[in-house]
């Protein structure tokens, strides 16, 4: 673009200044490049490859990689290349949903609070803390005895906690964004409250939820390792990075590339999505110099 | 204009609960706003106009407890529910604030913000309302208005942005509007196109204007009718010719002569009005001045002087009713 078209005659948005701040931040191109290339291959590679992710091949047990399983099979012969494919399936599926659905109760508990004030914020934030307070790994132990090893259930135990943080930052956001003076301006113009909330509030306190909503993501991903690592996570046949990684820890000794190439997906993923996270900060909230 | 009074006020209070005790930021009112009218509230810091201001639509905080009536056009609004009091807001009664810098959300287009009134109260929305708030844009000065229309508030200089604001205001042409200060945030040019813009608004919009303002200048430029506020009551009130020519009170007194005048030669130090505004939370028992006024007797530490007629259309609130300056320091 050049500086002539850059003043460009129309408006531009708080958004659109953002995404030029975004684009100027290499290391969250770079993420978003990394991420892109992960989730392509992980959605193209298991319809690409001849291996399925379940089924055993006896006659190729604890393969190293090669030409032929590039990054080696596992102690039931299955291919590891479409078993970790799988499993960035499943960790960024689970991180992305849960995220989605963590930052939605968040932001809808958090306004609410913070709009309604007095005893109804209190009722609800001593609601937030009191989850806070309950010892999650137990909780989640519990649930998988009462009602079986689901997929489902991972989502509701990570969604179930991760909500916690972002309805108390959103709240804080909503009180002090309540005082300004456009909102009481459109409440001096008479517009509704739910209006007001959608119209003038969200949309400030918008960078802020996708600044977390990133920065959740990875958090729930290995926080989904952790469960899978505790076997608390997807089933057997199915695999996540974390399962992957729990599985691959066994054979450490032998075979020590069942662990490292898991791990080097999981660790870069979730690299790459604190770095996205922190370019977003710098082009959504401006404010703090990026260093 | 001797037609009924758009808005009425009658014994009009407004407190707050503290911990330090209840703070009395609005006493006794007593006020009507003739339609088409001009009127100028004065006051420092905590003399409460802008808590009057925002009695007039029920805006004060949630802690706020109002007395008295309110009455636009007959209708009561001290007490009346939120949905009665949003269908007033910005379509009868309309308001300004102080700073265009934060009274416009960032994130909304100046047409999205402008035609939201036109939305909520006629129903107006798409083409139509663009037409009418550019159509407004242009009443209040912006050059290139249907530019104007689709950018956001960070792309308009301070001056452009009240411009909005006020077109924000007047888009349900509204019969009164209320100017919280509108010029403080504004460097002095632009205060005076701002100034003149409201002069020339009320003349072609019949609207009944009220300006709060600490700044005797801004008043004298545009008011009819001037109310000067001490510790949250009305201390003097008269036409704006007649404040300047004869103020009755200590503080008005006091209030104009800290103003420079530039057709004089300046004295070495513009007087002041020593000392501090009361604590609203534990004032005196006698007039609220009383502490910094110099000609303040033994009456009016213990009693509350009445706002009583001194002349046409001209009352004040002290017990020395002659002119002033007879009284020798």
Not at chain 1, 279 to 284: E, S, W
Not at chain 2, 9 to 22: A, E, K, M, P, Q
Not at chain 2, 90 to 111: E, H, K, S, W
Request: aromatic share 6%.
């Amino acid at each position: 673009m050049t500086p002539g078209t850059a003043t460009a005659p129309t408006g531009r948005s708080q958004w659109q200044l953002s995404l030029q701040r975004l684009r100027r931040h290499r290391g969250a191109l770079a993420a978003l490049g990394v991420l892109g290339v992960i989730v392509v291959l992980a959605l193209l590679v298991p319809l690409l490859s001849p291996y399925d992710y379940a089924v055993p091949d006896w006659d190729a047990i604890y393969q190293p990689p090669g030409a032929a399983h590039w990054f080696g099979t596992d102690s039931l012969g299955r291919d590891l290349l479409v078993r970790v494919m799988w499993g960035c399936r499943i960790s960024l599926l689970v991180g992305v949903a849960a995220s989605i659905v963590s930052v939605v109760i968040g932001v809808v508990w958090g306004t609410t609070a913070g709009f309604a004030g007095g005893a109804v914020d209190s009722l609800m934030m001593r609601f937030v803390d009191i989850l806070y307070a309950v010892p999650f790994i137990p909780l989640v132990i519990v649930l998988t005895v009462l009602f079986g090893r689901d997929f489902l259930l991972v989502f509701v135990a990570i969604g179930a906690v991760s909500w916690l943080d972002i309805a108390r930052i959103v709240r804080g956001q909503t009180l002090s964004l309540k005082n300004r003076e456009f909102i009481e301006a459109a409440r001096a113009l008479g517009v509704p409250t739910p209006t007001m909330i959608v119209r003038h509030l969200v949309p400030n306190l918008l960078g802020l939820i996708i600044i977390y909503a990133t920065l959740t993501i990875p958090t729930v991903i290995l926080f989904e390792a952790f469960l899978s690592f505790l076997g608390l996570g997807v089933h057997a046949p199915l695999a996540s990075l974390g399962s992957l990684v729990s599985d691959g820890a066994l054979h450490l000794s032998s075979n020590a590339y069942l662990l490292t190439v898991p791990a080097i997906f999981l660790t870069v993923i979730i690299c790459a999505f604190s770095y996205l996270g922190d370019g977003l900060r710098d082009a959504l909230d401006p404010r703090e110099e990026p260093r | 204009m001797s037609d009924a009074p758009v808005l009425e006020l009658r014994d009009l209070n407004v407190s707050y609960r503290s911990d330090s005790g209840t703070a009395r930021v609005v006493q006794d009112v007593n006020l009507d706003l003739a339609a088409g009218e001009f009127l100028g509230i004065v006051g420092e810091s905590g003399s409460g106009k802008t808590q009057l201001l925002l009695a007039m639509l029920g805006l004060n905080g949630p802690g706020a407890r109002l007395e008295g009536s309110v009455r636009f056009r007959g209708q009561e609004l001290v007490g009346a529910g939120e949905q009665a009091l949003a269908r007033i807001r910005g379509a009868r009664i309309a308001m300004v604030f102080q700073d265009p810098m934060t009274a416009l959300n960032p994130y909304l287009t100046i047409g999205t913000q402008l035609t939201e009134g036109l939305r909520h109260h006629k129903g107006v929305r798409g083409a139509q309302a663009r037409r009418r708030a550019i159509e407004l844009l242009e009443t209040v000065h912006i050059a290139e208005p249907a530019r104007r229309f689709a950018q956001y508030p960070h792309e308009l200089s301070g001056g452009m942005r009240q411009r909005v604001v006020i077109a924000m205001a007047l888009i349900c042409e509204p019969d009164v509007l209320l100017a919280d200060e509108p010029t403080t945030a504004l460097d002095v040019t632009v205060q005076a196109q701002i100034l003149a813009l409201l002069r020339e608004l009320r003349s072609r919009t019949r609207a009944a204007m009220v300006l709060v303002t600490h700044d005797l200048g801004v008043v004298s430029e545009v008011a009819d009718r001037v109310v000067v506020m001490y510790a949250g009551r009305i201390i003097e009130q008269a036409r704006v010719e007649t404040l300047f020519a004869q103020a009755r009170h200590p503080y008005t007194e006091g209030l104009r002569r800290s103003v420079a005048d530039l057709d004089a030669p300046l004295p070495e130090r513009l007087p002041s009005i020593g000392g501090n505004p009361p604590n609203l939370a534990s004032l005196p028992p006698g007039c609220a001045f009383a502490p910094r006024c110099q000609y303040a007797a033994q009456t009016c530490r213990t009693r509350q002087p009445p706002l009583a007629l001194v002349g046409a259309d001209h009352a004040c609130a002290c017990f020395h009713s002659g002119p002033l300056g007879r009284i020798a320091t």
